[in-house]
T-cell receptor, first 114, second 116 residues
Framework: AQSVTQLGSHVSVSEGALVLLRCNYSSSVPPYLFWYVQYPNQGLQLLLK??????LVKGINGFEAEFKKSETSFHLTKPSAHMSDAAEYFCAVSEIQGAQKLVFGQGTRLTINP | DTEVTQTPKHLVMGMTNKKSLKCEQHMGHRAMYWYKQKAKKPPELMFV???????INESVPSRFSPECPNSSLLNLHLHALQPEDSALYLCASSQSLQGASTDTQYFGPGTRLTVL
């Protein structure tokens, strides 16, 4: 079975600072990886996804992630944090069991300090 | 339009009540999902419908009964729930094209369920 591990349940950065949220995967086959964001009292929104087309994936709101097979990682970054980035972020890996199944990491809460 | 709608937004029910959650999408997606999310936890998959047929049931208790009347609608019927079933229930949909591993799931805002 595939899985993802998010390192750090809570990350706090200053406004304007670099955001780095870590995700490592475990998979015996080439993985398809996703980053979702959840704002308070809302559903999940896709930030970006890795589908093996390119290792550096650009997403919405200035986020990007780089797939590194040698490190089994898919870390999410943003050069300059904005107050509106405060949210819960989930990394997920996709597997097929008759239909698509997303396996989520435990999530990382991002706090932005003014 | 990439919207998945869910009704109601909030629901409070007693353990003997019967209620239903509703989910709707008009994106032509052929896969629809129910997730349960407890506070400060990731979503947990409950059910998946693909082309209106139940494809995945993650060993969910029978007090939760899903229904997919057509390709745009997904219901979750609730009966005799327990207080520990209180959670945010999220619906999602995806295209379910060939190569579905790369599908994007679009999530609704959820229904906040409280069981007294």
């Amino acid at each position: 079975a595939q899985s993802v591990t998010q390192l750090g349940s809570h990350v706090s950065v200053s406004e304007g600072a670099l955001v780095l949220l870590r995700c490592n995967y475990s998979s015996s086959v080439p993985p398809y990886l996703f980053w979702y964001v959840q704002y308070p009292n809302q559903g999940l929104q896709l930030l970006l996804k890795y589908t093996s087309a390119a290792t550096l994936v650009k997403g919405i709101n200035g986020f990007e992630a780089e797939f590194k097979k040698s490190e089994t990682s898919f870390h999410l970054t943003k050069p300059s944090a904005h107050m509106s980035d405060a949210a819960e972020y989930f990394c997920a890996v996709s597997e097929i069991q008759g239909a698509q199944k997303l396996v989520f990491g435990q999530g990382t809460r991002l706090t932005i300090n003014p | 339009d990439t919207e998945v709608t869910q009704t109601p937004k909030h629901l409070v029910m007693g353990m003997t009540n019967k209620k239903s959650l509703k989910c709707e999408q008009h994106m032509g997606h052929r896969a629809m999902y129910w997730y349960k999310q407890k506070a400060k936890k990731p979503p947990e998959l409950m059910f998946v419908y693909s082309y209106e047929k139940l494809s995945i049931n993650e060993s969910v208790p029978s007090r939760f009964s899903p229904e997919c009347p057509n390709s745009s609608l997904l219901n979750l019927h609730l009966h005799a729930l327990q207080p520990e079933d209180s959670a945010l229930y999220l619906c999602a949909s995806s295209q379910s094209l060939q190569g579905a591993s790369t599908d994007t799931q679009y999530f609704g805002p959820g229904t906040r369920l409280t069981v007294l």
